[in-house]
């Protein structure tokens, strides 16, 4: 649907519902107040939001509902100003949004080639919409070297994301969870230790030139993981990661988020691996 509105004014949402993810974490549910903006809204997989408290500012938030969701979702970690006073907000306060913003993951090639989906702490976020999309257009009887793995890895058992969520991304995803560490308690039986090892579980091989692969995360895990994903094969150009810089207009005009020659919020934050190879300074294996 065409862009009716002004992209650099905030329009009202209303939080419907909010959701404590983890410690740290929670999910809002939005409703965008203007009919007018909320018919003429929509996002690609990837995209961004600035969300805005009034008299305390503006922070870039990815979008983490699926594309067709009746609700807006964001899932936001606690970090400093403005996501401190969104964490004292209750269903039913009203938020300024500015967006959609940025260059989304490449869809089509989630339909054409084989694909693989990494995602690291909060990186699940931006990648969530890719996981309901796919999930709500699943392939039928799809054989088994079309199921596409998914690689999510995190702190702790506590700090999985979407935690009850992976059991129905099972139907359609080779589901890989990893955590950094598990206490006794948290009565963890899955996989302990970082991310790459699970690249040996999930059988590359033949096929790894014609994957494409999406991943979100900690900078220093997305660098050891395409560092990883090249060594077995796969091709920079079909490898595609989702970037975070501190960015003030979301439009490409302040400046703020320049990453030598490009935009993150505009030419970004989803790069292709090779557009900014030099950037990252991966070490090629
Ligand atoms: C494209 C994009 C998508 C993003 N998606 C998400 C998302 O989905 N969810 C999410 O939670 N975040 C996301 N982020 C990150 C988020 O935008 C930043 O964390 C943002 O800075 C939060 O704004 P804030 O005002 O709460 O924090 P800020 O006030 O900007 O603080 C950010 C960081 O600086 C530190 N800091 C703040 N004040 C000080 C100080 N005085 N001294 C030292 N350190 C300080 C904080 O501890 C924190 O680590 C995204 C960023 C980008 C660019």
Known sequence: MKDTYDKSLPFAASIRWIKKE????????LRIEDEHIRKAYAFAPGQFNM?????????????SSGPSDDILLHTI??????????????????????????????????EMKRLLIIAGGLGIAPLRPVLRYMLKNEKPNASPAEIPPLIYGARSPRNILFRDE?????????????????????????NIGLMPPLLDKISLSSKAPDTTAFICGPEVMMRCLIEELL?????????????????????????????????????????????????????EL
């Not at 969300?51 to 979008?63: D, H, M, Q, R």
């Not at 004292?88 to 967006?99: C, I, S, T």
């Not at 003030?248 to 990453?259: D, K, Q, R």
Request: glycine share 12%.
């Open 231 to 283: 060594a077995r094969g796969l091709r920079g150009e079909n490898i595609f990661l989702s970037m975070e810089r501190n960015m003030n207009c979301g439009m490409g005009t302040c400046g703020h988020c320049m990453f030598a020659q490009k935009f993150v919020c505009k030419d970004g934050p989803v790069f292709r691996y090779q557009d900014i190879a030099a950037l990252l300074a991966v070490k």
């Open 51 to 63: 969300l805005s408290v009034p008299g305390v500012g503006e922070a870039p938030i990815s979008i």
């Open 166 to 190: 992976f059991r129905s991304y099972a139907a359609v995803f080779d589901v890989h969870i990893t955590v950094d560490k598990a206490d006794p308690q948290e009565h963890w039986s899955g």
């Open 22 to 29: 983890t410690r740290d974490t929670l999910s809002f549910a």
């Open 77 to 110: 970690r606690v970090a400093g100003d403005v996501t401190t006073a969104l964490s004292r907000f209750e269903a039913g306060n009203v938020l300024g949004v500015r967006g959609p913003f940025g260059n989304g993951w490449p869809m089509e090639r989630a």
